[in-house]
């Protein structure tokens, strides 16, 4: 398998795949891009990458030797070789700090990710668990406010510092899709169930969503 660079056609987005020819390679690219094959613009060799067939993916510290330049798993800031270079004296540090709003500390890099520093690092493992936390907690918020649904499926993400977008599907007795509720809560409010939330329930299901819930009909969701 040889390395391949494909792009698309409008030049945003480039992704290395590994492939025995050219026409794999395109195919492969489009699909990664989410294009159609047509769209691909350029499909070229890139033997640097080869030596990282076959290993599951490519660590983000080769992409950036490289040239490329990736972003931050945390906050998005664009990563170069720049960026990971130390600054050479007292004032590349101060323009730097400047310019980042905080000294240079080295990124830190784990596998196909790369983070801006560690502060940023952390954060981020931070808001991926209290997200987990925030699901886990959906279930059993169900079971309280809407007692005889079943849960379908829920996420939960970080918008604001210790603020969470939590949304469950679930069905219900007679209904023919899944409901979606959404609840815009800190986590401990989505733990300790204080918030309702918005509920959205299918036209075709309201009849059955009332009769589930011994709603008047005239009392419309
Ligand atoms: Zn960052």
């Known amino acids: 398998m040889k390395a391949y660079q494909v792009k698309d056609a409008w030049e945003e987005e480039t992704v290395i795949v590994f492939a025995k020819g050219g026409a794999e390679a395109r195919r492969k690219g489009a699909k990664q891009l989410g294009i159609d094959f047509e769209e691909v613009s350029s499909c070229t060799r890139t033997p640097s990458f080869d030596k990282y067939a076959g290993q599951g993916g490519i660590p983000a510290e080769a992409y950036i030797n490289a040239g490329w330049w990736l972003e931050c798993s945390g906050c998005y800031a664009k990563i170069d070789d720049d960026f ?47 997200e987990k936390r925030a699901r886990d907690a959906l279930p059993r918020y169900l079971r309280r406010y809407f007692p005889g649904t079943v849960f379908v499926s829920g996420s939960a993400s970080e918008f604001r510092k210790g603020d969470r ?23 401990s409010s989505v733990r300790n169930g204080r918030d309702k939330g918005r509920l959205m329930v299918s036209q075709q299901d309201v009849d059955a969503w009332q009769a589930f819930r011994g709603l008047p009909k005239e009392a419309a969701a």
């Open 84 to 130: 990971c270079t130390p600054p050479s004296d007292a004032e590349n540090a101060a323009g730097y700090a400047a310019e980042h709003g905080r000294p240079w500390s080295p990124p830190v890099f784990a596998g196909p990710d790369v983070w801006c520093c560690q502060d940023c690092k952390t954060d981020y493992e931070r808001r991926r668990r209290a």
């Open 165 to 187: 977008n939590a949304f469950v599907h679930f069905s219900f007795p007679g209904s023919k899709w899944t409901a979606d509720l959404t609840v815009r809560a800190c986590q």
